[in-house]
């Protein structure tokens, strides 16, 4: 067996120790005789899986009780339009766009109600975070949505924005239990779990329970409805039943490495191994302010494409895999989450100075 870094953002690295516990159990999970794939989401044994695993995120996260655990399909990308659809109640939303991903839910909103650009970055090509502390927000707004780690362009918030008693909406997907939350602060938390957590076909929403409600748009799907989720403890129809099993793995790692205050010093340290060296180095450079740099995604351009991809595939060649930038970006970008070892940024690090001599 020979296992590489893995520096994708997504899907992405999980931790080794998780991959070999499903291994070990793929066959015969627990002396039930059939593989977790296998059995009835109805069954005894499931139910375990399923609660255990609300249970180990609700201690690790610290969620409150007032607050509504749901593991649901449709990834990320479905939840720009069910958010909508469940909390439009005016028929009214403020986005802070700040990347791709938030403007994709912006636009989707917009098929819904008003969706209001209330501060952008798109001016700088989204390498900063708007100053959010008091924007121009009207009264009726239904909620205040933002996208909390910028998967792309690998900016993410310091502080959360003012939202002057409006609902905050986050989209966590690619910063989920990277470090503490305080969950009560928002009115629903949610992410697609590919990137940081276990494999793509989940998504994990934590929302608070008074707006969960039959009061929802015109024509929303009953799926998509959280009430509908939530009324059945997310097993109104077949759940991704393996996927979850395997978060609930996740989480059970990260209660064993000490939990969120562990993961967010692995990952201070892990990301200022590689932001030092790009701070110093002739060749290459990291393409946002530092100020609002992310802790889990970490883009850089020697600025020649050229020489970009002949890094990317030199990097390849020494087991160093994904580091090629989004298709919309260019150049490089390093997705370090949880389950990426120290060792891998380190290998990161030697390899780009040892091109950089090779290079300049
Ligand atoms: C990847 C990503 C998405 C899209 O997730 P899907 O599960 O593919 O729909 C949305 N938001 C962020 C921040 C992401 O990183």
Redesign the pocket.
């Known amino acids: 067996m020979s296992r590489v870094y893995n520096f994708s ?2 899907p992405a690295v999980l931790p080794e120790e998780v991959l070999r516990e499903a291994a070990d159990e793929m066959m015969d999970y627990r002396g039930c005789g059939m593989s977790v794939m296998e059995m009835s989401h109805r069954s005894k044994v499931y139910d375990t899986i399923i609660k255990e695993a609300e249970a180990d995120l609700r201690e690790i996260m610290n969620i409150p009780d007032n607050y509504k655990v749901l593991f649901l399909q ?7 339009a069910a958010i909508p659809m469940n909390l439009m109640k005016n028929r009214k939303a403020g986005y802070i766009v700040t ?4 403007k ?2 912006f636009q989707e909103a917009k098929i819904y109600g008003e969706a209001i650009e209330l501060a952008s970055s798109a001016d700088e090509t989204f390498s900063y975070i708007p100053d959010c502390s008091d924007l121009d927000i009207p009264e009726d707004l239904d909620y205040v949505y933002i ?6 362009y690998g900016t993410k918030y310091k502080t959360l924005p003012n939202t002057k008693g409006h609902i905050l909406v986050s ?5 989920f239990l990277s470090e503490p939350v305080d969950v009560s602060k928002y009115g629903i938390i949610y ?5 940081n957590i276990g494999p ?1 076909g989940v ?1 994990i929403v934590i929302i608070r329970e008074d707006l969960i409600s039959e009061d929802v748009l015109p024509g929303t799907p009953t799926m998509l409805k959280y009430k509908t989720q939530a009324d059945a403890d997310s097993l109104y129809n077949t759940p991704p039943c393996y996927g979850i099993y395997i978060c609930g793995k996740v989480f059970k790692w990260i209660k064993k490495m000490g939990g969120l205050e562990v993961m967010k010093q692995r990952n201070e340290e892990k990301a200022k191994i590689l932001y030092d060296f790009l701070d110093q180095s002739k060749l290459f450079k990291g393409t946002v302010r530092k100020e609002d740099r992310s802790l889990m ?1 970490v883009p850089f351009v020697t600025g020649d494409a050229d020489l970009d991809a002949k890094f990317v595939a030199e990097a390849k060649a020494a087991g160093l895999e994904n580091l090629k930038g989004h298709r919309t970006v260019g150049g490089m970008r390093a997705s370090i989450y949880n389950a990426m070892p120290k060792e891998g940024v380190e290998a990161l690090v030697a390899f780009m100075k040892k091109f950089e001599e090779e290079n300049v």
């Open positions: 953002a997504g449709g990834g990320a990308s479905q939840q720009f990347g791709q991903w938030a994709k839910a996208c909390e780690n910028n998967t792309i989209d966590v997907s690619s910063c992410g697609g779990v590919q990137k793509a998504v995604n």
